[in-house]
């Protein structure tokens, strides 16, 4: 059985890859390559401006962005966040900014060393409207209908099971209530030798899917008013020589690709129907 087929065996090397970087042992995407020698610019590079990173703890940036979902959600003042795979929080402390004293934040992710800084950066840096949750993302520790719009940066390609992720976001959500997402998706079909890669599936290459995928899984799952957004991914031209996932995909690719001719970033917005017909 291929390595992608087998579900507990990919959870389980994506939590042990990014507890590893939680704890300082790994940098950049959980690949063995580093995205960045300097987060805040790798940070800038995806849109974030500096007037955000300045309201976001530096121990949270953990260059593990493939985009600024944050850019597109157009949080207001009083709302109810979810942040999908909050990793150390990077994310949601910037929504806790925006939606303020009167809103609230909630990060779930699956790995417990990434929780534990999350809470100890909210903690040491009197962040009172976030909170943090052990859950997976096919199955969110979140009520039904309680939440206004959910985010997610680079985490849902990791899903083996994407069409309940995008079940779950529906279910959360309040009528009325929308999704801002940034992630990996695919111009075209990757080798089968690189989507069977354990490096490429933890560097949040090998479970991508097609960029038109993203729109049906959104639309499978009850959402309206979805737009997509590509851009290309500026963290592959800094993938460190000799990085396993470099490795692994220069020898699978065709003769003259690059990763970059299959993989970009791409942005999502959806919206759940104000009245939802039974």
Same mark, same amino acid.
């Given at each position: 059985?291929?390595?992608?087929?087998?579900?507990?065996?990919?959870?389980?090397?994506?939590?042990?890859?990014?507890?590893?970087?939680? /704890?300082?042992?790994?940098?950049?995407?959980?690949?063995?390559? %580093?995205?960045?020698?300097?987060?805040?610019?790798?940070?800038? $590079?995806?849109?974030?401006?500096?007037?955000?990173?300045?309201?976001?703890?530096?121990?949270?940036?953990?260059?593990?962005?493939?985009?600024?979902?944050?850019?597109? @959600?157009? +949080?207001?003042?009083?709302?109810?966040?979810?942040?999908?795979? %909050?990793?150390?929080?990077?994310?949601?402390?910037?929504?806790?900014?925006?939606?303020?004293?009167?809103?609230?934040?909630?990060?779930?992710?699956?790995?417990?060393?990434?929780?534990?800084?999350?809470?100890?950066? @909210?903690?040491?840096?009197?962040?009172?409207?976030?909170?943090?949750?052990?859950?997976?993302?096919?199955?969110?520790? !979140?009520?039904?209908?309680?939440?206004?719009?959910?985010?997610?940066?680079?985490?849902?390609?990791?899903?083996?099971?994407?069409?309940?992720?995008?079940?779950?976001? *529906?279910?959360?959500?309040?009528?009325?209530?929308?999704?801002?997402?940034?992630?990996?998706?695919?111009?075209?079909?990757?080798?089968?030798?690189?989507?069977?890669?354990?490096?490429? =599936? !933890?560097?949040?290459?090998?479970?991508?899917?097609?960029?038109?995928?993203?729109?049906? $899984?959104?639309?499978?799952?009850?959402?309206?008013?979805? *737009? +997509?957004?590509?851009?290309? =991914?500026?963290?592959?031209? %800094?993938? %460190?020589?000799?990085?396993?996932?470099? /490795? @692994?995909?220069?020898?699978?690719?065709?003769?003259?690709?690059? +990763?970059?001719?299959? !993989?970009?970033? !791409?942005?999502?917005?959806?919206?759940?129907?104000?009245?939802?017909?039974?």
């Amino acid at each position: 059985m291929k390595f992608r087929e087998k579900n507990s065996e990919v959870s389980k090397v994506v939590r042990n890859a990014y507890g590893k970087i939680a /704890k300082g042992d790994l940098s950049g995407c959980g690949c063995g390559c %580093s995205c960045s020698s300097d987060s805040k610019e790798f940070a800038e $590079l995806l849109g974030y401006t500096g007037n955000e990173l300045s309201v976001i703890p530096d121990e949270a940036n953990l260059a593990l962005s493939c985009g600024n979902p944050t850019s597109i @959600a157009a +949080l207001k003042q009083g709302e109810v966040v979810l942040d999908l795979g %909050s990793g150390a929080g990077f994310d949601c402390f910037l929504a806790a900014a925006r939606v303020g004293n009167t809103g609230r934040v909630i990060g779930v992710d699956m790995t417990p060393e990434m929780l534990e800084k999350a809470r100890s950066i @909210a903690e040491c840096d009197n962040i009172n409207n976030v909170e943090f949750r052990l859950g997976e993302i096919e199955n969110l520790p !979140v009520a039904d209908n309680s939440v206004d719009v959910v985010i997610s940066n680079c985490v849902i390609n990791l899903s083996q099971d994407k069409e309940r992720v995008f079940r779950e976001i *529906y279910r959360v959500l309040k009528q009325g209530g929308r999704i801002a997402v940034s992630d990996m998706a695919l111009t075209r079909e990757l080798p089968e030798s690189v989507k069977d890669c354990v490096e490429a =599936y !933890v560097g949040c290459v090998a479970g991508a899917v097609l960029i038109e995928k993203y729109r049906e $899984l959104a639309e499978a799952a009850g959402f309206r008013d979805v *737009y +997509l957004d590509v851009k290309q =991914y500026p963290g592959f031209s %800094s993938l %460190s020589e000799g990085s396993p996932v470099e /490795k @692994a995909i220069a020898e699978a690719l065709e003769s003259g690709m690059t +990763l970059g001719d299959y !993989v970009v970033s !791409v942005y999502l917005k959806a919206m759940k129907p104000h009245e939802i017909s039974e």
